[in-house]
């Protein structure tokens, strides 16, 4: 399980890279599809965002051996997440749910005079 960067609403989410290893060795990725769900963590029902490596940004892209979430701003509200990354290798073989993680976002404290 891997847990995210815990950010504020509306900042900057930094970039994180995944590195995939099997038996030791580097898995390659070479035109392979991912595809994260992000849910809310009381309701894994509702897929609130989708990372992916095609489709709409922000996208997800591959660097042989690592998937990369970009810098960018989620459009996520405050509260608690699950994420699960699924596969599809360039030979056509699925691996779903591979790795999960958690992530929260948080409310943006205002301070005023």
Do not use: C
Request: proline fraction near 6%.
């Amino acid at each position: 399980m891997i847990k995210f960067e815990t950010i504020y609403e509306g900042s900057t989410f930094l970039e994180q890279r995944f590195a995939l290893y099997e038996n030791g060795e580097s898995v390659t990725l070479a035109g392979a599809d991912v595809l994260v769900h992000v849910k809310r963590k009381n309701d894994p029902d509702i897929i609130e965002a989708i990372y992916a490596t095609s489709g709409e940004s922000p996208k997800l892209t591959l660097s042989g051996n690592e998937i990369v979430m970009p810098e960018h701003v989620p459009t996520l509200e405050p509260g608690k997440y699950v994420l699960d990354f699924n596969i599809t290798f360039a030979t056509g073989h699925k691996e779903t749910g591979f790795l999960q993680g958690e992530w929260e976002i948080l409310n943006p404290v205002t301070h005023r005079p």
